[in-house]
């Protein structure tokens, strides 16, 4: 005799999923926030040598290959670096160590996020956390999103450029700087989206190891400028 088998159907366990523990973002200081960046950059440099390699081999297309993705990569770079700085910086003035921006007074934090404060009075890490989730979805190398985000953490996008570009006068160092981010976020993202070419013509822009080395020295100069400014605020 054939055993009868049980076909019928079962309720569907709902919300049955082990739950997951949130890791808790870790608070660096200034000095460790820099570090990333410099031992980040360094190995980015590096590549300086993968791509001597290949035009020594007669390579070409593949130096030019590995100083493309240096440009995609340092320009991330600077973007993690103001995503760190930015909660840094953001923490100080909510724990009352720095002063308060202009802009720091109408930041905009959910209702969810304000029960949970009230419910951690005695803690502040959970405007931490809310700052490293907020800021993980944004992006802030473009001209506009860098100053609006340097004028909110109290760095002043004016002051950076006036300090990574100096020149007589600080209305002089602000328009060049401006010119010089957006001139980076262009070349950077007609290389990661579009192969470096030309919508009109699909032709590849050229590239050289001294632009690389230019774009570089550009990225490092905006990131000292943003660390000495807020070495500064102590």
Known sequence: MTDKRDLSLTPRKENQRDAQPIATPVQFSLSEIMQHFIDSMNSVKAQFDVADSLSAEGNIDGSKTIWRSQVVLAEGLMDFYIHEISKYCL????????????????????????????????????????????????????????????????????????????????????????????????????????NDRSHASAEQNDITKDFVKDYISKIEAIVNAIHDLAKEKG
């Open 91 to 194: 923490f100080k003035m909510f724990i009352g160590n720095w002063d308060k921006s202009a802009k720091y007074m109408s930041f905009m934090v959910p209702m969810g996020k304000v029960e949970e404060a009230i419910s951690a009075i005695e803690s502040k890490d959970w405007f931490f956390g809310y700052l490293n989730d907020r800021f993980s979805r944004d992006v802030f190398i473009s001209k506009e999103s860098m100053k609006d985000q340097l004028n909110l953490i109290g760095i002043g996008f004016s002051q950076a450029m006036f300090k990574a570009f100096p020149s007589d006068k600080e209305e002089t160092s602000t328009k060049q700087g401006a010119q010089i981010v957006e001139e980076l976020f262009r070349r950077r993202n007609a290389i990661a989206h579009q």
